[in-house]
């Protein structure tokens, strides 16, 4: 399949794409509103509930641009990352982010993570990023690491 046919198909078949895809597909987090759909030889993930991919994305977002500076993109913050930054993000971030509200880096249902944050932080904008970005360091090394 031509990657023209996949991404017509892609979004005719998945309404809302996960926005933590790349570390869910990669079994570093886990996320019960995340479901997976085969699209040909591929897989894809697709979240179950809107209000859970409003909460991730705005995270994602802080997320990445929290990693800016450790990612050297300190500039053109909305260009595509490439790949190993962008699972530095997430499988880092969400890991980072587990690591600093709970003590450990086991991130297995992304959406309760984001509600305990949500719990103890109020919004998202209260989160102690420098915490999880040092966090994720620790927490997530990559294929090489």
């Known amino acids: 399949m031509d990657e023209t046919a996949y991404r017509q198909i892609f979004s005719e078949v998945i309404e809302r794409p996960c926005t933590f895809e790349k570390a869910v597909l990669a079994s570093c987090v886990a996320c019960e509103r995340a479901q997976r759909i085969q699209i040909a030889e591929r897989e894809a993930v697709t979240c179950l509930n809107a209000s859970s991919l409003s909460r991730c994305t705005s995270l994602h977002d802080s997320l990445r ?7 050297g993109k300190v500039r053109n913050g909305d260009a595509p990352l ?13 890991k980072g982010l587990q690591h600093v509200l709970h003590g450990n880096a086991e991130v297995s249902n992304v959406d309760a993570l984001l509600v305990s944050v949500l719990q103890q932080y109020g919004e998202l904008a209260q989160i102690p990023y420098s915490e999880v970005v040092h966090a994720a360091t620790l927490c997530y ?3 090489h690491g």
């Open 82 to 94: 490439p790949h190993a930054q962008e699972m530095r993000v997430q499988c880092g971030g969400l």
């Open 65 to 71: 641009h929290s990693f800016a500076f450790a990612l």
């Open 141 to 143: 090394k990559g294929r």
